[in-house]
């Protein structure tokens, strides 16, 4: 095994080292978009369900060499989680459930590094502003929505992530990306009556973009 994993180690470098490049040495601005599957981790989360929304946003690339890039990001996306109602057997009721949405603006400061020609893997840190909380009752149609005040708010306004991911660039500059973000710190504020759960974003994201 342990033969195995020095092989294929060295081998991997070795195909980086030779074939691995970025498709252009020049700074490149793009926009992407796409889906996100997100809830909150933790053991006092076990029966709560993703919430299905979306990402937006834009994204930058520094060539450092060949094979690394600088990339930051910034982006609208949305969160939260599903709550899932039990019916009289104890079964959950994937029509009675409740959504909690939690929205931010994330910002990621990504180090990419090329393994061959326009497939990469990208991984740093995530910061996340909340703009937005609400709980929604109703989140199959466009009533039930309760707006949470920012001063009645048991959610920090700021979180951290480490975003982990890949994606694959044509040489037309359109790209696709898939990318798992696992919160580091606790959302919830200090001094509440949350203040002792333990819940920390999780979200998969998967979408589409293009590099001018």
Request: hydrophobic letters at 40%; zero cysteines.
């Amino acid at each position: 095994m342990k033969k195995l994993i020095v092989f294929t180690g060295a081998f991997l470098f070795a195909l980086t080292s030779i074939n691995a490049q970025s498709d252009s040495k020049a700074f490149q601005l793009g926009a992407k978009g796409g889906v996100n599957f997100s809830k909150l981790s933790g053991d006092d989360f076990d029966d709560v369900d993703s919430r299905t929304s979306f990402n937006a946003g834009l994204v930058a690339e520094l060539p450092i060499s060949e094979r690394f890039s600088f990339q930051p990001e910034v982006f609208y996306s949305g969160q939260g989680f599903d709550i899932l109602e039990r019916d009289q057997d104890n079964v959950f009721d994937t029509d009675q459930n409740v959504e909690y949405q939690l929205d931010y603006i994330q910002v990621p400061l990504l180090l990419k590094v090329y393994l061959v020609k326009g497939l990469s893997v990208e991984a740093g840190p995530q910061f996340g502003f909340k703009i937005h909380e609400e709980f929604d009752t109703e989140p199959n149609s466009d009533g039930g929505d309760i707006e949470i005040d920012s001063d009645d708010s048991y959610v920090k306004d700021f979180d951290t992530s480490l975003a982990l991911g890949t994606s694959y660039k044509f040489d037309s500059g359109f790209f696709l990306s898939a990318r798992y973000t696992k919160g580091l710190t606790n959302i919830f504020k200090d001094d509440t009556l949350f203040e002792n759960v333990d819940g920390k974003n999780d979200v998969w994201q998967f979408g589409l973009g293009f590099m001018f």
